[in-house]
């Protein structure tokens, strides 16, 4: 992993010039922000979204903290329209999120010491049609519903988790594992499996598998999930070239940006927490906030 501020580190390097001056990162709600950005501009989308009825950001409006599941799922569909349009005719979108399990209607969830972000002051309901204790389907849910709203659905990814969070239940086994899908905007898209290729028993390359396993990594500075490089390193080099710009309209604490540099790739991180831009501002060392600068 390269330390401390990447671009004081890269800055210096004319080959990046160009690629600094095509990256943002900023501020404001995916779906007003995307609607200002132009059609067909951008290679590929890297994100993950807030995980419904999961974490409580502290922010107004934030998705992910919808009383109805369906609610989100529109949401999250709206946003990924306008994803769509500002993507390229052969672009590509990976889209990690995970799953949960009804509340059993409690209202709140205490502290977790190990997580700070797990305790909420709400808790949605139970959705129409499932009981205590069901487990949700919700990466399914969204998939679906991207896929009726004209995406392609390409691929299912597992990501494994070897370092997984441990549970204390003791009537199901422990979830090690979350869902990375990619999509397309169109029937033919650009896709790169030499980069990505891994190594066989017998030396030889293959294809890459739909199983990553991948540990969790925590990032100082940050209370809440963040995506682990190696997680985003894959798609990058798969659904992109170099100089392209990539995506990513729920940027967090800037895994996606910072991955993307390293790649010879611009980025566009968009979020609706301040909090957050700053974390992704003081990582990256990238100042810049203004929309106007992709028009």
Sequence with gaps: MIQGTLLNIISGNSEYNSIISNSAIICGSAIDILKALPDNYFQSCITSPPYWGLRDYGVSDQIGAEDILNDYIRNLTAVFQQVKRVLKEDGTFWLNVGDSYTSGNRTWRDIDKKNQARAMKYRPQTPSGLKPKDLIGVPWRIAFAL?????Y???????HKPNCQPESVQDRPTRCHEYIFLLSK???????????????TNGLKKNKRSVWSIN?????????????????????????????IILDPFFGSGTVGYVSLKFKRSFVGIDINPEYIKIAKNRIGLDNTIVRKMA
Excluded: M
């Design 153 to 159: 659905l390409r691929s299912d990814i597992i990501w």
């Design 147 to 151: 896929q009726n709203d004209g995406w």
């Design 186 to 200: 169109n029937e033919k898209y650009f896709y790169n499996p030499d980069a990505i290729k891994e190594e066989s």
């Design 216 to 244: 969790t990594e925590p990032f100082t500075g940050a209370h809440f999930a963040t995506f682990p490089e190696a997680l985003v390193s894959p798609c990058i080099l798969a659904g992109s070239k170099e100089k392209d």
